[in-house]
């Protein structure tokens, strides 16, 4: 049974049009990261949740957002996507600290036209 | 210099061999240590978390070096399998992840 959901799994949208990736777990965890990759790169830290309480990582662009209305769902917004954010978003997470086993959801990979 | 270097790939090995791939640290503060194992175009899943006594799982073996600021990880017998991108994973205090740039490994028949 699929712990960590992603929708979708494909994104495609328009140079400067908004859009949102959608995260959801069943595993009840504290802690809800989001992640970008690139193509052969690492998965880089964007920001997480710790219950409602939000952690930007400082090179993370102002056009990227993040929501988390309850434990179970935590959303990406990318305000204004530009031809770089195209990439893999990775949404994990983790029941407290990160030293413990971050699970990953599929991913959804994002094309902006 | 980057916080979590892998060894450069690609690694072209046939079946049956021994293989093993290295990765340093530079924050000695860094907590835990993992391996992941992520294929092509999925999600990068756990392979194995890493401890300074060193940790056996079936044809993987994980490594810390502390004092060195060193992890391997060691992949015998390799299966057509086993072959992915191999990103190790170090975690400072808190909630900071830092994954390595992964090196893809080939098993050939």
């Known amino acids: 049974d699929a712990m960590v959901i992603q929708n979708p799994r494909y994104q495609v949208t328009q140079f400067g049009k908004p859009v949102t990736l959608s995260c959801s777990q069943t595993?009840?965890?504290?802690?809800m990261y989001w992640y970008q990759q690139k193509s052969s790169q690492a998965p880089k830290l964007l920001f997480h949740y710790y219950d409602k309480d939000f952690n930007n990582e400082a090179d993370t662009p102002d056009n990227f957002q993040s929501r988390r209305p309850n434990t179970s769902f935590c959303f990406l917004d990318i305000r204004s996507p530009g031809l770089g954010d195209a990439a893999m978003y990775l949404c994990a997470t983790t029941q407290g600290p990160s030293t413990d086993t971050q699970y990953f959801g599929p991913g959804t990979r994002l094309t902006v036209l | 210099r980057k916080e979590v270097e892998q060894d450069p790939g690609p690694f072209n090995v046939p079946e049956g061999a021994t293989v093993a791939f290295n990765c340093t640290y530079s924050n000695s503060a860094s907590q835990s240590f993992f391996w992941y194992r992520q294929d092509c175009r999925k999600e990068p899943k756990l392979l194995m978390s890493?401890?300074?006594s060193g940790n056996e799982d079936g044809r993987f073996t994980a490594q810390l070096n502390r004092a060195s600021q060193y992890i391997s990880l060691l992949i015998r017998d390799s299966k057509l399998s086993d072959s992915a991108t191999y990103l190790c994973v170090v975690n400072k205090v808190g909630f900071k992840t830092i994954f390595g740039a992964g090196t893809r490994l080939f098993v050939k028949a």
């Open positions: 595993l009840n965890h504290n802690v």
């Open positions: 890493v401890y300074s």
